[in-house]
């Protein structure tokens, strides 16, 4: 089993910053793939940023320029940097972790942590 442990969502003014960190534990021999999704009241849930094993990212359009990714793999933690946040990135966002265990692969999600950006 793999667990996620998800933290640093709240609420921030426009233009205000937040990091979000998520830290896997468990039978976990390789992470895959970390990553960060969101949904909003009556949206789907979409794909925020992603990072694979060799460091590779890739991003929402509307996140580019605003939001970094990294990880530490010492730590299995994933982080989510989030810059001149914008009213429209309020959702509740999501850790995603895909991860080789010693008996099975794991697709894990979080519980989730709320985002809210409001003057």
């Known amino acids: 089993q793999v667990q996620l442990v998800e933290s640093g969502g709240g609420l921030v003014q426009p233009g205000g910053s937040l990091r979000l960190s998520c830290a896997a534990s468990?039978?976990?021999?390789?992470?895959?793939?970390m990553g960060w999704y969101r949904q909003a009241p009556g949206k789907e849930r979409e794909l925020v940023a992603g990072?694979?094993?060799?460091?590779?990212?890739n991003f929402a359009d509307s996140v580019k320029g605003r939001f970094t990714i990294t990880r530490d793999n010492a730590k299995n933690t994933v982080y989510l940097q989030m810059n001149s946040l914008k009213p429209e990135d309020t959702a509740v966002y999501y850790c995603?972790?895909?991860?080789?265990?010693?008996?099975?692969?794991?697709?894990?999600w979080g519980q989730g942590t709320q985002v809210t950006v409001s003057s």
């Open positions: 995603n972790v895909r991860a080789i265990g010693r008996f099975a692969e794991y697709d894990q």
């Open positions: 990072i694979t094993s060799d460091g590779s990212t």
């Open positions: 468990g039978s976990i021999l390789v992470i895959k793939a």
